[in-house]
């Protein structure tokens, strides 16, 4: 079975301060691994994916997250934090299976003040 | 296009009503999901549609009944729901590829069930 966990379900940063969001996966197979965003009362947005053809994974909104193999972790990363990235962020592994079933961390809040 | 719509925005619902959610995309992915998603938690699959038929059901109860009219449109329909089933629901899709692609996620159905 695959999973993954998110360390802190809060994490706080200054604006204009390095945002790091942890991930570490469990899974037997190589994963396929994502990060998505979900502002207030909206759906998830996809930032990035690792589907293994590069480590480091860049996505929209400066976003960027680094796979390591040894360290069985995908975290998330942003230089400098805006307000506007204030949201609740997913990591997901999924299933290699003819459609992708997504097992889903239990979330971070990321908190940005000024 | 590359979104997926949902339609309503909102529902309230009683108990003993009857309603549809409705999700669309036009991207040509052939699997389709339905979500619930409670406060501060992640998205829970419900559902799973693959080339139209029904590929997962995580032992949702009966009162939630999904349909796949086509390879663009998915609904659920509610009946006797219990206040709490109040919740995002959320619908997603997927192109078919061994989990590699991910989701792509509608914006959601907030349902309140009094």
């Known amino acids: 079975a695959q999973s993954v966990t998110q360390l802190g379900s809060h994490v706080s940063v200054s604006e204009g301060a390095l945002v790091l969001l942890r991930c570490n996966y469990s899974s037997s197979v190589p994963p396929y691994l994502f990060w998505y965003v979900q502002y207030p009362n909206q759906g998830l947005q996809l930032l990035l994916k690792y589907t293994s053809a590069a480590t480091l994974v860049k996505g929209i909104n400066g976003f960027e997250a680094e796979f390591k193999k040894s360290e069985t972790s995908f975290h998330l990363t942003k230089p400098s934090a805006h307000m506007s990235d204030a949201a609740e962020y997913f990591c997901?592994?999924?299933?290699?299976?003819?459609?992708?079933?997504?097992?889903f961390g239990k979330g971070t809040m990321l908190l940005v003040s000024p | 296009d590359t979104e997926v719509t949902q339609t309503p925005k909102h529902l309230v619902m009683g108990m003993t009503n009857k309603k549809s959610l409705k999700c669309e995309q036009h991207m040509g992915h052939r699997a389709m999901y339905w979500y619930k998603q409670k406060a501060k938690k992640p998205p829970e699959l419900m559902f799973v549609?693959?080339?139209?038929?029904?590929?997962i059901n995580e032992s949702v109860p009966s009162r939630f009944s999904p349909e796949c009219p086509n390879s663009s449109l998915l609904n659920l329909h509610l009946h006797a729901l219990q206040p709490e089933d109040s919740a995002l629901y959320l619908c997603?899709?997927?192109?078919?590829?061994?989990?590699?692609?991910?989701?792509?996620f509608g914006p959601g159905t907030r349902l309140t069930v009094t």
């Open positions: 997901a592994v999924s299933a290699n299976s003819g459609y992708s079933t997504l097992t």
């Open positions: 549609y693959s080339y139209e038929k029904l590929s």
């Open positions: 997603a899709s997927s192109p078919p590829g061994q989990g590699i692609f991910g989701q792509y």
